[in-house]
């Protein structure tokens, strides 16, 4: 495996809860849980999980823009980006350190509606992150931003127009414009193309593919549609309630997952054929419990197919199957 | 034209539809003039079915089950022509009270955002208690009781004390159970359901649909209409499929005709730039290129022509039929006319 790019240790996050008469701390939610993984040059982690598992929390810790969004937000341990030169620990990073990170580690986020603009042009947010990184001249700016649209499918006569004027799908590639703006080793694709209708979900996907291999991305790709990702992906790692499950090459995962909350994960994906026999789907019982109240042991037990006793007590940590990829379930 | 679709064999199928939509149209009245959003769109329910009407964000999908409703909002919607045939009336033509008692008791409809529709300041209990109590002439107590066990049969637990709670203290996926147990409290013929599944997880969407299909085979018959843009979806629950591209049906079939013989390319395309999930990956997806035009954009002739992958020169200024292939698949493109019956 080639040489790894960002090494996420031990991360864990935790929201406090704001209450009471005086808007203090009456408790702390913790939202990603000692979560460690590790991204290689060139590859496209897919992370998946239902809503509220932290996947988005991740990739926002990652980027390490949770202080900005996220006041008295607590994070501990590592995370680990390689350059050329050094190591960094991003999170120990103040704002004006943390800057130059910034031009490595780009995200391009859900809502093609929200995330631009309206009252800037196209031209002025794709130009946007190369005023703030780059000695450019205006003059090469608007070149740049002439090239980024063209490369990414839009006619560069656009650059004057606003954001309202275009189709969810051409807001995407805006929005993946801006982001390849100030050249990028790591882009975080936060559910990118969920918003978007089919025949236009594959156009972006295969921008995003295409654009890897162009300019040699990596990819923090986060989903909650397991097709996508399957197809997107090199490795997939399945998330709930905050922890890492599973983690592993694509088509392990996908095809032959280890951990019983990845099946059931993996069985209740509708497949596009009516005449299909499916296997039988595993039933999840109940709901994914609220992160405040989290189960003690395995937290995944009260919703398990195979729970043992054991499961109740012990936390279960990442172990390698006989398959090859790392699950945390030792009755596997 | 019209005609040619009225004489189509599926009204002459054994069974005889239960809602039958003819040639509806519905403009909406903009700026720019007059935007036609439903363009002569046919189609029949027969009872005990689950039909699935599938298409992109803006293919008139969601408006035609608002007028099926009649929930068009009026201005700036307008019904302009067309028949929605329901046990021996024109749904189009009856009462605004007569509306209502078909409303809830004979067709009752689910929507995609369940925090939306249901209202957050009334508790779930008086919500549903109140359909039961606006179309049945029963006592509060029995509203009550038969709505606890409306809430216990979509399975939701502790129904009786879940009662007094409030939308919000409710989870996605129980919120989606609410408004189904508040559809089919009063045991409606027909369900349409508006992407009932697309604001939730895969996990809770499998629970969902299981639950409806559970709840339409043994309990109380009622046909579904469902409306969503999610393929895979529709090939796992419904035996017919309509195809929908700017504002008109674009395929008809079983859903094996539908998935395993697409005959319109637009059919084609949708289901060819799917992920594949099953043996190899293969590197790039199909897709189909450009952007669904806007309503004001449409063309004049084949709603598709801008985006076909087989468009012929017919195809740009003359308006496809839809042709009959035989065995109630249906398909509107120029190219298969040799091939109709």
């Known amino acids: 495996m080639s040489e790894p790019l960002l090494e996420v240790r031990n991360l864990s996050v935790r929201f406090p809860i704001w209450g009471g008469v005086f808007r203090h701390k009456v408790a702390e939610v913790c939202a990603v849980d000692d979560l460690s993984f590790t991204l290689y040059k060139g590859e496209t982690l897919g992370l998946v999980g239902e809503s509220g598992c932290g996947k988005t929390t991740v990739a926002k810790a990652i980027c390490n823009i949770l202080r900005e969004t996220a006041p008295g937000v607590h994070l501990e341990g590592e995370i680990i980006f390689h350059t050329q030169k050094e190591a960094v620990d991003l999170l120990s990073l103040n704002r004006t350190r943390m800057k130059p990170f910034r031009e490595q580690l780009q995200i391009i986020f859900q809502d093609p509606f929200s995330s631009l603009n309206p009252r800037m042009t196209v031209q002025e947010i794709v130009e946007r992150p190369l005023k703030v990184h780059s000695a450019k001249t205006p003059n090469q700016r608007r070149e740049r931003v002439f090239r980024l649209l063209e490369r990414v499918g839009l006619q560069p006569e656009y650059a004057m127009r606003y954001p309202h004027e275009f189709s969810g799908g051409q807001r995407q590639r805006i929005g ?110 109940g709901e994914i419990p609220s992160p405040l109240n989290k189960p003690c042991g395995c937290s995944f037990h009260p919703r398990c197919a195979i729970v043992q006793n054991e499961c109740m007590v012990n936390i279960p940590s990442l172990e390698e199957k006989e398959t090859g990829q790392l699950a945390a379930c030792p009755f596997t | 034209m019209a005609n040619v679709e009225l004489s189509n064999p599926l009204t002459e199928a054994p069974r005889s539809p239960i809602l039958s939509v003819r040639d509806l149209e519905v403009t909406f009245r903009i700026d ?59 749904l189009l033509h ?79 996926g129980m919120r989606q159970r609410v408004m189904i147990a508040l559809a089919l409290v009063c045991h409606p013929k027909i369900l349409i359901a508006d992407e009932p599944t697309t604001a939730l997880d895969v996990t809770t969407q499998a629970q969902i649909l299981e639950l409806m299909l559970e709840l339409e085979r043994k309990q109380t018959g009622a046909s579904i209409i469902l409306i969503t843009h999610d393929l ?14 700017g504002g008109m049906v674009q395929e008809v079939g079983t859903a094996e005709q539908v998935f395993h013989d697409p005959r319109h390319p637009y059919t084609k395309g949708l289901l060819a730039s799917l992920p594949s999930t099953s043996g190899k990956k293969e590197e790039r997806l199909y897709t189909i290129p450009g952007n669904v035009p806007s309503i004001m954009e449409m063309p004049a002739g084949c709603k598709f022509c801008t985006r076909c992958s087989e468009v012929i020169d017919r195809c740009r200024t003359e308006k496809p039929r839809l042709y009959d292939l035989g065995d109630g698949h249906f398909v509107r493109c120029h190219l298969l006319e040799d091939d109709a019956k």
């Open chain 1, 176 to 285: 993946i414009a801006r982001a390849l703006a100030v050249n990028p080793t790591l882009v975080v694709a936060d559910e990118p193309v969920s918003a978007l209708d089919v025949s236009v979900q594959s156009q972006v996907i295969n921008l995003l593919l295409d654009l890897q291999d162009d300019f040699g991305l990596t990819y923090l790709f986060v989903a909650h549609d397991l097709s996508v990702v399957y197809h997107i992906s090199d490795r997939i790692a399945v998330m709930y309630l905050g922890s890492m499950v599973e983690i592993g090459g694509a088509e392990t995962v996908y095809h032959q997952p280890a951990h019983p909350y990845s099946r059931a994960l993996l069985s209740a994906v509708p497949r596009p054929d009516p005449t299909a026999k499916r296997t039988e789907r595993i039933r999840l019982k």
């Open chain 2, 232 to 245: 895979a979806v529709v090939a796992e629950t419904c035996q017919r499929v309509v195809v929908m591209y």
């Open chain 2, 32 to 90: 720019d003039g007059l935007a036609k959003a439903v363009d002569g769109v046919s189609f029949d329910l027969y009872p005990g079915e689950v039909l699935g009407v599938v298409g992109e964000s803006g293919s008139g999908k969601t408006v035609a089950a608002l007028s099926i409703m009649r929930l068009i909002p009026d201005p700036p919607g307008n019904i302009s022509a067309g028949q929605i045939l329901f046990d021996g009336q024109d």
């Open chain 2, 94 to 172: 009856v009462t605004y009270e007569q509306m209502r008692d078909v409303r809830g008791t004979q067709i009752a409809m689910i929507f995609q955002e369940p925090m939306t529709a249901l209202n957050p300041v009334f508790t779930i209990g008086m919500q549903v208690m109140e359909t039961v109590l606006t179309h049945e002439p029963v006592r509060r107590r029995e509203a009550f009781d038969r709505a606890v066990e409306m809430l216990e049969r979509v399975g939701i637990p502790d129904a009786r004390k879940r009662m007094n709670d409030f939308p919000h203290q409710f989870s996605g």
